[in-house]
């Protein structure tokens, strides 16, 4: 079986210059600004984190020890903006339509490109995002609740705590999609193909359980509505590592901006391991 | 990928024939009465439904529209006492070490062996058994509640339609196995990968929406204990053949007596897709 990475280096050799990916990434290049929500269908988006090369190696070795919450699906090298596994010709200063700057932890600027504060010690990542599931369990003729209502994913806070590195540590978020009982089991079974992409649910049924008091209270997004013969299903959440780095207050980071993701030359089946 | 057939025939040409399953059988046929359950650990057991040429192919039918209650793991030609695939010199007559012999759907006959019962249009249907899957799950660090209370596994009548074939028609059982809700979203990973003996779940949580009204009074089995953060986890049970073969009331069947199986010279690893 090839791993991720391999996966991403063999669609790259084979790709295609005319990918609807690549077409969405030189427009956000070239001045357009809008949120990614269904954007170049198929393929991956990713949630972006920048960090100096001091934080970069604490914040890997996060990722690396929180796999579900935090899945690398592609990184640069140290001051270089490029990272050709996710699109031969991306920069990662100009590619995203929507960024935010943070200082000490506060939010400080919300840019439409980061060339005037790319420096040389910084380094990218990319994280999945559980859009690409998603498409595989719509394929699959399951319903999203959230884009049914046409909201965002109920995201919460939880009592699971991340495992911890140098100064990243804290709780996982959660994202929420609420089944009947057998379509839970089939959601399952159909994450369970994409662990770069948060796989398999974290828990399932029973709120309290992770600390949630209130379901129909999200910290993040819309609450959706669950019905009396469904259960809320829990997935790992791709905030879960903005949320640890903000909570360590680093001197400098960059993230995209909520909504506004990485669109990537990678196809979502691509990361599907069966 | 090959079919459980194949892989059943590929398992049959590399046999060995120093096979604790094939020693338990032959002891068997020389008279040993024994339940089956820790015999020959690793090797597939099987419930067992003998029936009429007439009422054979309908049957069958059942089996095929209905697989996660029904998964055939071998069948005999008619008046054919031998399957080759599950063991190169089994005889389904003397090989379990009791049966039941039913006649007008009531229970005549508890023999530990059936030559005198054995007719020329009989056919032998081997249906697989969560024993295999239980395994898989124990390998995993997974504890199993009724093994861990030494009790019978608890089963269920369920408001579940099986679809009909012929005059076999009726309501799925289900046995239950309480787990956390991690190790739940564990255990269908895991028994997704043996179609062959069950599969996956059928139903987790809310055992109401599935017309069990009262988990601590299962209709067959034992009641076990589930604890305030477990949930109880139901999958489909070979019980379902048997009862809906009786519900039918044949003129004629033999069936296994329970906790009496075939035990058979499939590895249940064999059974894994994956």
Redesign the interface.
């Known amino acids: 079986m090839l791993s991720a990475a391999e996966q991403v280096t063999r669609s790259v050799q084979g790709h295609d210059a005319d990918l609807p990916s690549r077409d969405a990434r030189l427009a956000y290049r070239a001045g357009r600004v809008d949120v990614t929500a269904g954007v170049a269908p198929g393929y991956v988006q990713g949630n972006l984190a920048i960090l100096p090369e001091s934080l970069a190696a604490s914040f890997h070795r996060f990722c690396q020890l929180n796999p579900k919450p935090c899945p690398i699906i592609g990184m640069s090298e140290v001051g270089d903006p490029r990272i050709p596994a996710l699109g031969i010709d991306l920069d990662i200063r100009t590619d995203i339509p929507r960024y935010r700057v943070w200082r000490d932890g506060e939010l400080t600027e919300e840019p439409t490109d980061i060339m005037a504060h790319w420096r040389d010690d910084l380094v990218a990542f990319v994280i999945g995002c559980s859009f690409s599931f998603e498409e595989a369990l719509i394929a699959d003729g399951l319903h999203i609740r959230h884009i049914d209502e046409q909201r965002n994913v109920p995201m919460y806070r939880t009592n699971i705590a991340c495992k911890a590195a140098g100064p990243f540590e804290g709780r996982m978020v959660v994202s929420m999609r609420p089944f009947?009982?057998?379509e839970?089991?089939r959601a399952?079974?159909i994450t369970?193909r994409f662990p770069s992409v948060h796989g398999?649910?974290?828990?399932?049924?029973?709120p309290e359980?992770i600390g949630i008091s209130n379901i129909a209270k999200p910290d993040y997004g819309d609450a959706v509505s669950i019905q009396p013969?469904e259960?809320p299903v829990f997935w790992a959440c791709g905030v879960t590592p903005q949320s640890v780095i903000l909570q360590s207050r680093p001197s400098f980071a960059i993230t995209h901006a909520p909504g506004f993701m990485l669109v990537t030359d990678v196809r979502n089946s691509e990361f599907s391991i069966q």
Chains 1, 2 share one sequence.
């Open positions: 009947k009982p057998a839970a089991i399952i079974q369970t398999a649910p974290v828990h399932i049924g029973k359980l013969d259960m």
